[in-house]
């Protein structure tokens, strides 16, 4: 459902808006006719996607700053006169890492990144606060909701696959994830984020999944490397 007048007139944030899940996050909300504000650290991206889609305004922040974060809402309620929705999406997601291999360091920053400013390893933290704002801020009326996307084809996925020893292998893997066969499109997260600030008005401190079924049934969840085990006869 793509009119112009599902979401009309309202202002919109999307954090990590400059490329991957967020630009399909800011194509979407543009396509239901909101003003939107497209956030992020990268100002090639965020630049180039403000002159494709006119109407759309880009503000350089990085979201672990805090004195960033303020002066985007301030400018965004100075240019618009009031602020609907804010879509949580930058983050990152590091390539896979033994706990042990970690840095308090390192996993602090991403805890900062992906748990104040948003989403992933952080995920069930992210639901949980999810419940926890959606309870405090109900009395302003306002609504606190999440989503939580399976494997969505972006540049993030691309780095991270180009990065392992097989990459064609690392995205079939990424694939037959999916009962569907095949992975998510921006645009489809970007669907859901439009749901979720219009439409679905009664929902409040949900996780909506956008995952192709990844979490359903059997699959192959061992990993390469681990020693498998015959199965033993009890009898
Ligand atoms: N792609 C997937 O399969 C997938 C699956 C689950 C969760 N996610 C999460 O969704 C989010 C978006 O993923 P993506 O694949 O589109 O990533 P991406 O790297 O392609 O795009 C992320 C965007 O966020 C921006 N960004 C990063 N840190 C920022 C910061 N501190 N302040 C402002 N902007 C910042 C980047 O510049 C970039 O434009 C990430 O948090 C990722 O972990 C992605």
Known sequence: MATRSRYAGKVVIVTGGGRGIGAGIVRAFVESGA???????????????????PGTVFLLCDVTQEEDVRTLISETVRRFGSLDCVVNNAGYHPPPQWPEETSTQGFRQLLELN????????????????????????????????ISPGNI???????????????????????????????????????????????????????????????LGYGCKARWSVPLEAPVTPF
Request: glycine share 10%; net charge negative.
């Open 35 to 53: 003003q939107v504000v497209i956030c992020d650290k990268d100002e090639l991206g965020g630049q180039a996607l403000e002159q494709e889609l």
């Open 115 to 146: 748990l104040l400013g948003t989403y992933t390893l952080t995920k069930g933290a992210v639901t949980a606060m999810t419940k926890a704002l959606a309870l405090d801020e109900s009395q302003y009326g306002v609504r606190v909701n999440c």
């Open 153 to 215: 084809w972006t540049p993030l996925w691309e780095e991270l696959a180009a990065s392992t020893p097989d990459p064609k292998a690392t995205v079939r893997e990424g694939t037959m994830a999916q009962p569907l066969g095949r992975m998510g499109q921006p645009a489809e997260v970007g669907a859901a984020a439009v749901f979720l600030a219009s439409e679905a008005s009664f929902c409040t401190g949900i996780e909506l999944l956008v995952t192709g079924g990844a979490e």
